[in-house]
């Protein structure tokens, strides 16, 4: 069971400006960061939340201000690679077909390796726990608005049209089973890197979102 934050805290009091929300997401994904790597050293119920505040450089009241639980300190770092995701299907040129996305140069070009190791991590750890595999559920969830907002504009439907709440859907589920092949790849088989997965998971799932209905 999760280690939860019990009591409420009070409201920090003092001279310094308020944190931007750009900036507090910095800070969400610096925890997560720390959390994935302690979670993949030590293990989730080896590991407490007053470990990850210290591994990112913040108090653990500073921590409780973030997030419920220590479970859910994870989710930014896949929370990141969904919301990059949208705007890179939001800003591809609307007289292009959707599918050359994933072939674009500047795919991969600011995504940290180190950022999508860890996503590795988390989902390998996501099959030993259920805590966290509720997580990842639910970063994948929430992605589906924003994602449906972004077809919707650019197919001309309304977000909450059914047809474009699917095709969202279908397309993070292709980005999902994506990693889920790399990864599961029995050892020592070869195959195609992880760039190119991803890129040959995402070709199939942009392609079905922009196409005609059936």
Same mark, same amino acid.
């Given at each position: ?101 994933? !072939?674009?140069?500047?795919?991969? +070009?600011?995504?940290?390796?180190? %950022? /999508?190791? #860890?996503?590795? @991590?988390?989902? *390998? ?16 969830? !929430?992605?589906?608005?924003?994602? +449906?907002?972004?077809?919707?504009? %650019? /197919?001309? #439907?309304?977000? @909450?049209?059914? *047809? ?29 890197? /992880? ?20």
């Amino acid at each position: 069971m999760g280690e939860e934050h019990g009591a409420a805290q009070p409201a920090r009091r003092g001279g310094r400006p308020p944190l931007t929300e750009s900036r507090k997401d910095e800070i969400r994904l610096e925890i997560a960061i720390a959390a994935v790597r302690l979670f993949t050293e030590q293990g989730l119920d080896g590991t407490s939340v007053a470990q990850i505040a210290d591994a990112a450089g913040i108090a653990t009241r500073t921590l409780w201000r973030y997030f419920p639980s220590k479970e859910a300190c994870a989710g930014p770092l896949l929370s990141f690679g969904l919301d990059r995701f949208t705007s890179y299907v939001r800003d591809w040129p609307t007289d292009r077909p959707l599918a050359g996305a994933a !072939d674009d140069t500047q795919w991969f +070009s600011d995504a940290s390796p180190t %950022r /999508l190791l #860890l996503v590795i @991590d988390l989902f *390998r750890l996501t099959q030993a726990e259920p805590t966290l595999d509720q997580v990842w559920i639910r970063c994948y969830s !929430d992605a589906v608005a924003p994602l +449906s907002v972004v077809l919707g504009e %650019r /197919l001309g #439907l309304p977000a @909450d049209d059914l *047809r474009i709440k699917v095709k969202a859907s279908m397309l993070l589920a292709s980005m999902h089973q994506g990693l889920r092949h790399y990864v599961c790849r029995a050892p020592g088989e070869h195959g195609l890197s /992880l760039e190119d997965t991803i890129r040959a998971a995402a070709r199939i799932g942009l392609a079905a979102a922009e196409a005609p209905d059936v």
